[in-house]
Nanobody, 125 residues
């Protein structure tokens, strides 16, 4: 059974930092592409960052230069380092995984089959 469990969310002031983690299990971790998405109240889910099976990364323009995605294959854990956060970053953050096209770098939500339950990030001004 594939499982993705996010942690690390919380409240942070504008300009601060936060690191999210996503512990995964039930699949060959190194063969999957992994991504972070977020969804704010009343808005559609949007892609944040992806890291593919060979470690290449891609970021949405609104987080480029502030957020960093990484993974630890031995720990089967995906990370999102969030720096210089702003109230616009307030959202539920989800990690996602998919085995199809492991080298792809797309950030569409429809490209991912497995999802975690999410962790809430709230940024105050």
């Amino acid at each position: 059974e594939v499982r993705l469990v996010e942690s690390g969310g919380g409240s942070v002031q504008s300009g601060g930092s936060l690191r999210l983690s996503c512990l995964t299990s039930g699949f060959t971790y190194s063969s999957y592409r992994l991504a972070w998405f977020r969804q704010a109240p009343g808005k559609e889910r949007e892609g944040v960052a992806i890291i593919n099976a060979i470690g290449q990364t891609n970021y949405a323009n609104y987080v480029k230069g502030r957020f960093t995605i990484s993974k630890d294959n031995a720990k089967m854990t995906l990370y999102l380092q969030m720096n210089s956060v702003s109230p616009d970053d307030t959202a539920m953050y989800y990690c996602a995984a998919d085995v199809r096209a492991p080298g792809a770098l797309g950030l569409g939500a429809d490209l991912y089959f497995y999802w975690g339950q999410g962790t809430q990030v709230t940024v105050s001004s």
